[in-house]
């Protein structure tokens, strides 16, 4: 070693480890094997030790359940419980079949609306049918409405114009 002084000292921090110290059969920089080994022991061992007494606890917990014959503990001394209303259906395609069969049968046939006052309901068909006998309904055109109630044509009237809420069969006075 030509670069080393005589106090052992080396010329760089390279030189150090270019060779190995007499009699090593590995690189006397590597890691100490026998720390990781004892780690490694330590780590297996509590593991195990940890499995199984979270077993034992999880056992203990079983056999207390069983033995309880209480589903949930924070549930003891009350009763079953209705969530609050309203509640969801549990059939709906059964309720609104039993609705429109209700409805159908008001439609369909004969029956009593208010006894008291002598108020029936009759079928649909028979109703109509009547009402046409009977003359009641009129056909009213917007001009027509707009003539009974002003007296006066919508055409001839200045400043009105069909009125949005009514999709034109009224006529309304805008500012434009």
Same mark, same amino acid.
Not at 43 to 54: C, E, H, P, W
Not at 73 to 81: K, S
Not at 120 to 141: N, Y
């Given at each position: 070693?030509?670069?080393?002084?005589?106090?052992?000292?080396?010329?760089?921090?390279?030189?150090?480890?270019?060779?190995?110290?007499?009699?090593?059969?590995?690189?006397?920089?590597?890691?100490?094997?026998?720390?990781?080994?004892?780690?490694?022991?330590?780590?297996?061992?509590?593991?195990?030790?940890?499995?199984?007494?979270?077993?034992?606890?999880?056992?203990?917990?079983?056999?207390?359940?069983?033995?309880?014959?209480?589903?949930?503990?924070?549930?003891?001394?009350?009763?079953?419980?209705?969530?609050?209303?309203?509640?969801?259906?549990?059939?709906?395609?059964?309720?609104?079949?039993?609705?429109?069969?209700?409805?159908?049968?008001?439609?369909?046939?004969?029956?009593?609306?208010?006894?008291? +006052?002598?108020?029936?309901? %009759? /079928?649909? @068909?028979?109703?109509?049918?009547? $009402?046409? *006998? &009977?003359?009641?309904?009129?056909?009213?055109?917007?001009?027509?409405?707009?003539?009974?109630?002003?007296?006066?044509?919508?055409? +001839?009237?200045?400043?009105? %114009? /069909?009125? @949005?809420?009514?999709?034109?069969? $009224?006529? *309304? &006075?805008?500012?434009?």
């Amino acid at each position: 070693m030509a670069h080393e002084d005589a106090a052992g000292h080396h010329a760089s921090p390279d030189d150090e480890y270019r060779e190995t110290p007499a009699g090593s059969t590995y690189e006397h920089t590597d890691a100490s094997v026998w720390p990781i080994v004892k780690f490694m022991a330590w780590l297996a061992a509590s593991t195990v030790i940890i499995f199984a007494g979270l077993g034992f606890v999880y056992e203990l917990m079983i056999r207390q359940a069983m033995e309880a014959e209480q589903p949930y503990p924070m549930a003891t001394g009350q009763e079953e419980q209705l969530p609050p209303a309203p509640r969801l259906q549990q059939f709906p395609a059964n309720d609104l079949y039993q609705f429109r069969m209700g409805e159908q049968s008001l439609l369909d046939h004969y029956g009593w609306m208010n006894r008291d +006052t002598g108020v029936v309901h %009759i /079928p649909i @068909d028979q109703a109509m049918r009547l $009402t046409l *006998e &009977r003359g009641v309904l009129q056909s009213a055109t917007p001009d027509a409405a707009a003539t009974q109630a002003n007296g006066v044509q919508p055409a +001839t009237v200045p400043g009105l %114009i /069909p009125a @949005d809420s009514s999709a034109g069969r $009224t006529m *309304e &006075r805008r500012r434009q």
